[in-house]
C-alpha cells in the first residue's frame, strides 16, 4: 500500500460564498478551485491554507454532514501568539480566554461561521521528537 497523505478535508457548509469568504479573508486560505460540477448544479470549491498542505473543500452536498458538524480538526502554526493576535484582528473570536496547555502542544479553539469547530494549535517540538 502507497499512502501518502491526506489530500482534502470536506468542511460542511451552509453557503458556499459565506464560507469561502471566511477562509480566503479572515484564515488566510488561497482559493485553487471554484468551479461548477454534476451537471453544474454543485460547486467545488476548494482552498488551501497559507503554508500549503491538505486543502479543504466546502461541501453542501452530503446528507450525513450537515453544516457545522465538522469537529477537531487541526491548524498548525510555528508562533501561537502571534498567530492569535494576527487572526483575532481579522475579526477571528476565540472560544477560550487562555491558551490551553498539554505535554503535546499549546492551543485555542474557535469556530467558522456555520459552527465547524477548530483547533489553532502550536506543537511542542521536543514532545514529539520524544514520541516519534
Known sequence: ???????VVS??????DTAKSFYADKLGFSVEMDNAFGGAA???VMLRPPGGGTAITLVTWFET????????AVL??????????DLAARGIAFNEDAIQEAPWGRWKTFDD????????????????????
Open 11 to 16: 468542511v460542511p457548509v451552509t453557503d458556499q
Open 65 to 72: 454532514m450537515p453544516a457545522g458538524s465538522l469537529r477537531g
Open 42 to 44: 454543485m460547486r467545488w
Open 1 to 7: 500500500m502507497a499512502l501518502t497523505n491526506v489530500e
Open 113 to 132: 461561521p456555520d459552527g465547524n469547530s477548530w483547533v489553532l494549535q502550536q506543537n511542542n517540538p521536543s514532545f514529539h521528537a520524544s514520541h516519534a
Open 76 to 85: 498548525g502554526c510555528d508562533d501561537l501568539e502571534k498567530t492569535l493576535a
